[in-house]
């Protein structure tokens, strides 16, 4: 299995799962809140022609990750999988805009898995203020991977739902002092810093020191602010309690806008 991050943060965010072989080779686009063209562009550096995907996920209504999922599902002729309250009338990614674009709208349910093609997606709720928000398990080619971005707390992502996973996509969205010193008028450090809002390094840290299963081969640290956050600061913190559990990995940040390929693969960033 592979993940494709191509955009990350609150300018926008997507990112493609690849599993499979042959004519089990299934693609599937996680969330669109970037133009149509730089999905587009960011996909082929990655040689992924997103007019044959096999499906769209929409993690939450916000249009960071919701404005051009419709557009791109009708492009590609694959349905949309979302879960029905994710899709406000009010949003990109409406029923009406899904109606009108002849988009198939899958609808899932928290915790219930499906399967699309040779890779099996669990949607996990969420604690962020567009209800629903879910993050995804992946499981296909006997691998196990993790998206959790844009959720206020980290209850939902426990050891047992981490075990045995080797690939993990996670928040680390600000530093509580940056924050706080920063230019964001006090509602919007609310929001942020709420329950409903976005996870600190710090709750990634947590979350890391807690529940970091020995099997896991790549962490991506992902939606940093670009106000309020460092890609070092983030690191030094996941790092920090990586090495409190023994674990030796080195993490990464997820780029605001390039390809970054999480694999069993060395590394490698375009
Ligand atoms: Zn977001
Ligand atoms: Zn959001």
């Given at each position: 299995m592979e993940i494709i991050l191509l955009a990350s943060g609150s300018s926008g965010n997507c990112a493609l799962i690849r599993a499979g072989h042959g004519s089990e080779r299934t693609t599937l686009i996680l969330d669109a809140g970037i133009a149509m063209r730089t999905a587009r562009d960011l996909a082929s550096q990655a040689?992924?022609?997103?007019?044959?995907?096999d499906g769209v996920l929409l993690t939450h209504a916000h249009s960071d990750h919701c404005a051009k999922v419709v557009p791109l599902a009708a492009r590609a002729k694959a349905p949309l999988w979302a879960?029905?309250?994710?899709?406000?009338?009010?949003?990109?990614?409406?029923p009406k805009e899904i109606a009108r674009r002849s988009v198939v709208h899958k609808p899932f349910e928290s915790g219930q898995a499906f399967q699309v093609g040779s890779i099996q997606v669990t949607p996990v709720l969420l604690n962020h203020d567009a209800h629903p928000t879910h993050g995804f398990l992946f499981e296909a080619d006997g691998e196990k991977a993790g998206f959790f971005t844009d959720?206020?707390?980290?209850?939902?992502?426990t050891p047992d739902l981490l075990h045995?996973?080797?690939f993990l996509v996670l928040e680390s969205n600000h530093d509580p002092d940056m924050l706080r010193n920063g230019r964001y008028p006090p509602f919007l450090q609310e929001r942020v810093r709420g329950d409903l809002g976005h996870l600190s390094n710090q709750q990634a840290a947590d979350v890391l020191s807690e529940a970091?299963?020995?099997?896991?081969r790549r962490l991506i640290l992902a939606h940093l602010s670009e106000r309020n956050n460092t890609s070092e600061l983030a690191l030094q913190c996941s790092m920090t309690a990586l090495r409190s559990r023994g674990m030796t990995l080195m993490p990464e940040v997820a780029p605001k806008r390039g390809v970054l390929r999480v694999s069993s693969e060395l590394p490698i960033e375009l």
């Open positions: 040689d992924c022609n997103l007019a044959f995907v879960h029905p309250d994710s899709l406000s009338p009010r949003s990109a990614a409406s959720t206020g707390t980290a209850e939902a992502l045995g996973m080797d970091a299963p020995n099997t896991l």
